[in-house]
């Protein structure tokens, strides 16, 4: 029985891990990606005079 689950459900595990280390992979390079993105805007701004303004401070729900 157990041979049997383990030909059934073993496989599609190692597909899902798969999927989930591409998944992964990816969000790192958007990530990455993303930052840079954000430095050279920040040097374009900065070399036009432009001064960015802060990002606003996450609120916090009072219970």
Same mark, same amino acid.
């Given at each position: 029985?157990?041979?049997? *689950?383990?030909? #059934?459900?073993?496989? !599609?595990?190692?597909? $899902? *891990? !798969? #999927?989930? @280390?591409?998944?992964? #992979?990816?969000? @790192?390079?958007?990530? $990455? @990606?993303? !930052?840079?993105?954000? =430095?050279?805007?920040?040097?374009?701004? $900065?070399?036009?005079? =432009?001064?960015?303004?802060?990002?606003?401070?996450?609120?916090?729900?009072? $219970?």
């Amino acid at each position: 029985m157990a041979k049997l *689950r383990q030909q #059934l459900y073993g496989r !599609s595990a190692e597909r $899902a *891990r !798969s #999927l989930i @280390d591409q998944l992964e #992979l990816a969000l @790192d390079d958007a990530t $990455a @990606d993303a !930052s840079q993105a954000e =430095i050279i805007a920040g040097e374009a701004a $900065a070399a036009a005079g =432009i001064i960015p303004r802060p990002r606003p401070a996450a609120r916090t729900s009072a $219970a």
